[in-house]
């Protein structure tokens, strides 16, 4: 049999419970859904960072972001780490990337061979941000991105229909090429936007939800986590009015339809081509969004809404359709995964574990269990100026929340799916909790970390007023436009 072929779905910031395929009764992702009733869904996928730049640079690497020193959104993965691009091209493939990839420093390939689009962002911190015109900020972790909401349109949205459209034109050339008589392997990511605020969509799919769209179902805990408060309030976010809210959630299941559009649009154009036969299809996000829910918006966090995802991998013939997965995976897990099915060599240093064979078996050996961490420094404005050293395992049922300086959480979400009982602090679950405590500081220490980051930001202090200084051209950049972006029917406040 020929060597399969990739295409690798990757959005930004969906939250795994807007999609049908995952209950949502009220979203429209007919495309989405497709995709799992032709595949393995799987109802445990988490992120090995709720937040961009180190969940996918551990999602390059299968390593977590402790593990090559990638903590934060102006970390430099280093050039030398080998990816699953670069297995991949020593496996005979040439991956070709159109759209996000969300990598700081001169390094914009990692692996990859050509790349279409770009980032909406500069490759270097210290140079000045793109400028988003009357959205300024909301699509930041600040309190007007939720109060400049609903109608309207943002760069985002311009963006991806741009890589969109050149991963369609790549999709010409490989099939152009078959024509030619190429019967090699083609491997192609489409690195998409959507649905990331700012919480403002296309008229046409913000008018799905308008008036539809209910409030969150989950409100803020009576006794809140120490840090959570301190977050919530510091965010500005402890008194949302209810209209800022439906705008920004409707706007929200705007922009997953709209995201759901598009991945159609890929998928038709390599069913019309005929290229999807004996290829593997991958759909996942980088981390979630809160969206409301326990009176938190955007990521951050380790509730279900921001640090799960959802993963879709649809293979005909290869895998069962329309099947579901309880296991608990890492988006590391998916890198490795992906390497196993298409014959590649594992990355050497990888911790990710491949789960083809659970795909393909639900009774396949696999341990329960999984991490994520959230470690930033003082220096972004949006972090408060407090440093966070934080980390979750998920084993079994069970989820401990460790917070350095603070009490942990504890959840057993078999018997409390939507965390609402923290148990950290009952006595009936002490040893559950020294049990994963233990497991979640092995090989972690907050102190080493602290260290470490503080080093590196003296090293990224250097390579910042050196940007300010030379400004150095950015590679494969998509340049926003004040114009690009507005919100239709209101002013900023």
């Not at 969150?216 to 976010?237: F, Q, T, V």
């Amino acid at each position: 049999m020929p060597a399969p072929n990739l295409l690798y779905l990757l959005s930004d910031q969906h939250a795994r419970h807007v999609l049908g395929c995952y209950g949502d009764k009220l979203v429209q992702t007919p495309n989405l859904d497709r995709l799992a009733t032709s595949g393995v869904t799987f109802d445990n996928a988490y992120c090995p960072s709720p937040i961009c730049v180190p969940s996918r640079m551990s999602m390059l690497t299968a390593r977590h972001p402790s593990a090559q020193d990638c903590w934060t959104n102006d970390d430099f993965l280093a050039s030398d780490r080998p990816t699953w691009l670069h297995a991949l091209g020593a496996a005979g493939y040439r991956p070709h990337l159109a759209g996000r990839l969300h990598a700081m420093g001169p390094d914009q390939l990692h692996g990859y061979v050509t790349r279409d689009v770009g980032d909406h962002s500069a490759n270097y911190a210290g140079i000045p941000r793109h400028d988003m015109g009357p959205l300024h900020q909301t699509n930041d972790p600040w309190r007007v991105s939720v109060d400049v909401s609903g109608p309207g349109q943002s760069a985002y949205q311009m963006k991806d229909a741009e890589t969109v459209e050149a991963a369609c034109a790549e999709l010409e050339r490989i099939a152009a090429r078959r024509r030619g008589g190429d019967t090699s392997p083609f491997c192609l990511s489409v690195g998409l936007m959507l649905p990331h605020p700012p919480y403002i969509a296309w008229p046409e799919d913000y008018a799905l939800y308008a008036g539809r769209i209910g409030p969150p179902k989950l409100n803020a805990p009576a006794e809140e986590h120490p840090w959570l408060a301190w977050w919530r309030r510091d965010r500005g976010i402890g008194d949302v009015d209810s209209d800022s809210s439906l705008r920004a959630r409707a706007a929200y299941w705007g922009l997953v339809t709209r995201l759901d559009l598009m991945v159609g649009q890929v998928l038709s154009t390599m069913d019309r081509l005929g290229l999807s036969e004996n290829t593997l299809i991958t759909y996942t996000s980088d981390h979630g969004d809160q969206l409301g829910e326990r009176g938190l918006w955007w990521k951050h966090t380790f509730y279900e809404e921001s640090v799960s995802v959802p993963l879709i991998l649809s293979w005909p013939g290869r895998l069962p359709a329309g099947v579901r997965r309880a296991q608990v995976v890492n988006l590391i897990d998916l890198t490795a995964t992906v390497l196993d099915a298409l014959g590649a060599a594992p990355l050497p240093h990888a911790q990710g574990r491949s789960f083809l064979a659970v795909a393909r078996d639900a009774k396949a050996p696999w341990t329960d269990e999984t991490f994520s961490e959230y470690c930033t420094d003082e220096t972004p404005a949006w972090t408060g100026g407090m440093a966070v050293r934080q980390r979750m395992i998920r084993s079994g049922a069970w989820k401990l929340i460790y917070y350095h300086g603070y009490r942990p959480q504890l959840f057993d979400l078999a018997s409390d799916p939507h965390e609402l009982r923290d148990l950290a602090e009952d006595p009936r679950h002490r040893d559950t909790r020294a049990q994963l405590e233990k497991k979640l500081l092995a090989g972690w220490d907050p102190a080493a970390i602290d260290a470490r980051m503080k080093e590196r930001r003296r090293d990224k202090d250097v390579i910042g007023a050196w940007t300010r200084k030379v400004m150095p051209a950015d590679q494969y950049r998509w340049h926003i436009q004040p114009e690009h972006n507005r919100v239709d029917g209101r002013s900023p406040k």
